[in-house]
């Protein structure tokens, strides 16, 4: 082995041991079983007003949250707190806490923990912001830790503590999905470990990866609905297969999609989506979704992709959604300016000064900006060169993040590390930029930039008013498990495989 090399696993086991170490609190102490675990705070409709928390202990007991502004608390502690009783349930030998918290201030600094009146057993410090609804904030996001063990989360959550210094404001974190890779306790617990620092610091905007709540993905199915609290949208049925949401953040319009539940979609979800980006008249629509429909990663070309890619491109072209952010290939890829699965030519570019740098920005622009900020995690996909069309001829910037060292165990992939994004929204300026951190040193490195100047408002959709309940009332797995064998094999031969067989002849 290599000195450096060496020296790099000593100071990752190092890293493991203090933040296994200072992980829990009273973990120093013999384990009671009322210790919280998997602590995380969500968006939770009104994001002014209001968040969800969730997290578990190994033994049942009460459910409390203790809330104060951060100004009360340098001066009282939680003596003053609000105190805010939640529900326990069982899920799979643990016990799930829930709590919503209502009647929060605008624009306030939060601390928080929670535990166990009862018992006096509380969780470390954590803290949040509300929005103040002024259309000036930033964002950060990452997408498929999906690790397997304790060391590739750690990994993973050293990415997210660079990105927390390189935007030391950012209100919030979006996670793509695909938090472990299998849902187990001890996964889970050690994805809730590694990042406690991280989902304590910020409000976190979970979204369902096929790791996390999908029928035909190893019957990972209930989780995602376990592990965090969210508001979801009218017709998501029981969240066995994860769930759909949307909020409003200043002047920004979030729209969180669940992909499990997409090949095809259910008419809930679908009309769902109309309804809520229609309805909104947010200076800026972003849709999240776990799966990506333009990406050149592995997974592609995957029937369950191609199923989706009209209905996901059709919604972001009617409603008039600005940016689409996804996960799962594992691989950096962002789109030009793109409408009806096209490049849109005329894009307007201008150079201006903003926030102390030169930025170019689009000016008004047609079409949607589709970004997929490869992985936080180690698990990383080269570049798939036969990505259907007309994906490559969309494409702005694209690369594999994965190292690939020579046989002098040097780095040759300038992009290789964990990825990360950031997104300042700032009234009419939306700015998006993308990073790696070297898996050695750390070292953070802008790969990607891409900015949006938007004077005018989208022409104002018209709501369709679609019905959210004709599939509504059915169990949504059950029925996406017959329509997705047969939705894929229809796509699959309809659509792939008139592209093979021209690939063989040309
Ligand atoms: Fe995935």
Redesign the pocket.
Known sequence: MKMTAKRTLAVLLAVIMLFSCIGISGSATEKTGFETLRVNCTMYGDSQTQRGFTWFTEKKCDTTIQIVPASEYVVSGFANAMTVKGTVSEWKDYYCHKVVVTGLEPGTDYRYRVGTYDRDIWSNLGEFVTDDGDGSFSFLAIA?V?ASNLENFYRASLVMDEAMKMDEDAEFVINL??FVNDCTNDKWNWYGEAFQEANTSMTLVPVA???EGNITNKLNVGWFDAMFNLLPGDGAGNGVNGTYYSYDYGNTHFTVLNSNDMYPMTEAQRNWIYNDITNSDAQWKVLLL??AVYSAGK?INKPDTLAMRETVIEIVDETGVDLVLS??DHMYFRTKQVAGDAVCEDTVYVTERHNGEDITFAVNPEGAIYALPSTAGTKRYGVNDGAINPIMDCADVYFTTRSEKDENEVETNPNAGGCFANIEVDGNYLVYKAYVVNDDTQEVTLVDEYAIKKTVKDDAVEGTNKPTDIFGSLDGSVANFFTEIFGLIFTYIGKLLPQALIGLFK
Do not use: K, L, V
């Open positions: 498929d999906q999905g695909d990866g096929n790791h776990h799966r997974n996960g799962h």
